[in-house]
């Protein structure tokens, strides 16, 4: 996995990690989940503090 990826995913694998999820389709869908979510904020943030 290239850097890029790993930092998109960090999110998503830490709380993966802090839950205790261990079945490989649990870890996918809460680090879909909290993926959409942290990025999401990050974009509206971003667009906020460029446009106000």
């Given amino acids: 996995m290239n850097v890029a990826t790993k930092i998109f995913f960090l999110p998503g694998d830490l709380v993966s990690d802090l839950i205790g999820a261990t079945k490989a389709d649990d870890r996918m869908m809460i680090r879909m989940f909290v993926d ?7 974009v509206v943030i971003g667009a906020w503090m460029v446009f106000r």
């Fill in 36 to 42: 959409m979510l942290f990025w999401s904020c990050v």
